[in-house]
C-alpha cells in the first residue's frame, strides 16, 4: 500500500484504532474489533467488518474487543489485530520493519506498558516508543507544550479519561480514570433495562449516544425509536428515548470524569493553575463531543473549556509530530522503548 519502510505512530484505543504514516497523515480509522472461530480461533474480520459483527455471530463465531479501559485484555488478539494494521501499511514488514510510536494511558503500569511493547514487536516493528496519550493529543490538538506554562488536556476515549497539566514538555499532574465511551453505552444500557424493562445491544447504546446523548439537559429535546427485547414477555419492543433520558443515564459517569478533572486541578502548583484559568482547558477523544460535556465542564469548574478542531485524531496526530521528530522530541516525551 505504501512504501518498503514506513515509519507509523498508532492510536491503540479501546473503541477505535487510528494509525498514522509518516508523509501520509491517517491512514487507518477502524474499530478495535476482531472477529474469531471460536474452536480454532481462526481469525476472520478485523476493524468495521469485525463491528458489524458484535451481537449478530453464530454460536462458532465471536467478535472481541481486546482491550478494555484502555489496556490490553487480550494479548494474543490484540497482537492480531496489530499486525493486521501494520501489514496493511508496510509491504513488507517482515524484511522491512517500521519504527512504530504507541499512545498509552497516562496511568498505565509497567507490566501493562511492557505489553504494549511486546504486542508492536511482534506485530512487526524494528523499534517501539510509547508516548502517553494526554502529551500526544495536547501536540495534536496544537497546544506548545515546550514553553514554561501550565496547558490542561482533557482527552475523553472510548476506555479511559486522561487529565492532565502539562509544561515545559512534560506532566506535571496527571490521573487517568478507567471511564470513557464505553462506560457511557454501559449506563444508557442500565437505565433502559432499569426503567423500560428492555435490554439493548452495545451497538444500539453507541448509536443512542452519538444521535441524541446530551451531558447537559437540553430545552429542545431530541429524541429517536429504540427497539430491544422486553424483559417481561421476551418480544421485541420499540420505545421512544429523549435526550433528556440520556441526561439522567449518563449523570455518574460525567459526574466521575468531572471529580477527576477537579481532583487534578486541586493539585495543580499556583502559577500553572493561573496559566490555565486564562487560556482554559482543552477537550479532546470521541467523548469530548457528547453533546453539552464542555458547557457543563465550564460551569463546573468556572474555567473556559474549548473543544479540538478534531478531538478523535489530537492523540494520533499528536504521535504523527513525535514520530516525525523523534531526535529532538524523543528523550522528553517518550515514556518506553524497545528494539529487535
Sequence with gaps: MFGLTTDISIDLGTAN???YVRDKGIVIREPSVVALQKDSN?????GEE???MIGRTPGNIVAVRPLKDGVIADYDVTEVMLRH?????????RFFRPKV????PSGVTSVERRAVLEAAMQAGAKRTYLIEEPMAAAIGAGLDIGEASGNMVVDVGGGTTDVAII??????VSESLRVGGDKFDDAIIRYIKKMYNLMIGERTAEEIKIQ??????EGEGKSMEVRGRDLVTGLPRTIRFTSADTFQALSEPITAIIDGVKSVLERTPPELASDIVDKGIVLTGGGALLNGFNRLLAEETGIPVHLADDPMSC??????KVLEHLDSLGDTLVVGSRSV
Design 17 to 19: 484504532v487510528l494509525v
Design 42 to 46: 481462526k481469525v476472520l474480520a478485523v
Design 50 to 52: 469485525a463491528r458489524q
Design 85 to 93: 494494521f501494520v501489514d496493511k501499511v508496510c509491504r513488507s514488514p
Design 101 to 104: 510510536v504507541v499512545c498509552v
Design 167 to 172: 509544561s515545559l514538555q512534560g506532566i506535571v
Design 212 to 217: 441524541i446523548g446530551s451531558a447537559y439537559p
Design 315 to 320: 492523540v494520533v496526530l499528536g504521535a504523527g
